[in-house]
């Protein structure tokens, strides 16, 4: 069964850039029809879809979102990756690194990356 | 504001059934079918329980059901126990190379 793990600082400083990795096992990043990313919860609120890879190369990114973020795909290593850059306060919340096709099949676990000085 | 409208909140008492719905509420969210559903347990990443509007994953349980009429989707939820009290979530493609999800619904079992 395929299991995603994040991987990455619990803390940035605010106009800093945000850096997190998930590691696949039990299967490959080059699964076909795949697209790996990122979906975010701040603290207490709801879900929010950051963006992703497919297994073609091409990036998706939420419009809002589209200046400060990339996610890019290591097959080699078997992991794909965040960078958000210029982060606030509001950048704080629970990472979540994903397996979607239309729907999210794989999940990590989450983890929470605060935004303070 | 979501371009997919969940209501905050809803309950029902164990046994009964509960409907949970997910309203296209912006022109943007095209290909309406591919909704899909996800459940939340406090401290838990989300699962999936539901694709395509009507397509169940394996292992999930038969009392969960979808489906759509015009702009709005729904979860129904039959039999409800304890443990299905949690958050629920509808994500759906946009047709703009981007996803959303919906705001979350929190189910109470009273």
């Known amino acids: 069964q395929l299991q995603l793990q994040e991987s990455g600082p619990g803390l940035v400083k605010p106009s800093e850039t945000l850096s997190l990795t998930c590691t696949v096992s039990?299967?490959?990043?080059?699964?076909?029809?795949?697209?790996w990313g990122w979906i975010r919860q701040p603290p207490g609120k709801g879900l929010e879809w950051i963006g992703c890879?497919?297994?073609?190369?091409?990036?998706y990114y939420k419009s809002s979102l589209k200046s400060r973020v990339m996610i890019s795909v290591d097959t080699a290593k078997n992991q794909f990756s965040l960078k958000l850059s210029s982060v606030t306060a509001a950048d704080t919340a629970i990472y979540y690194c994903?397996?979607?096709?239309?729907?999210?099949?794989?999940w990590g676990q989450g983890t929470l990356v605060t935004v303070s000085s | 504001q979501s371009a997919l409208t969940q209501p905050a909140s809803v309950s029902g008492s164990p046994g009964q059934s509960v409907t949970i719905s997910c309203t296209r509420t912006s022109s943007d969210i095209a290909n309406y079918k591919y909704i899909s559903w996800y459940q939340q347990h406090p401290g838990k990443a989300p699962k999936l329980i539901f694709y395509?509007?009507?397509d169940r994953p394996s292992g999930v349980s038969s009392r969960f059901s979808g489906s759509r009429s015009g702009n709005t989707a729904a979860l129904t939820i039959s039999g409800l126990r304890a443990e299905d009290e949690a958050d629920y979530y509808c994500f759906s493609y946009t047709g703009s190379n981007s996803w959303v999800f919906g705001g979350g619904t929190r189910l109470t079992v009273l």
């Open positions: 395509d509007v009507s």
């Open positions: 890879m497919n297994d073609s190369g091409n990036t």
């Open positions: 994903a397996g979607q096709k239309v729907e999210v099949d794989y």
């Open positions: 039990g299967g490959s990043t080059s699964r076909i029809g795949y697209c």
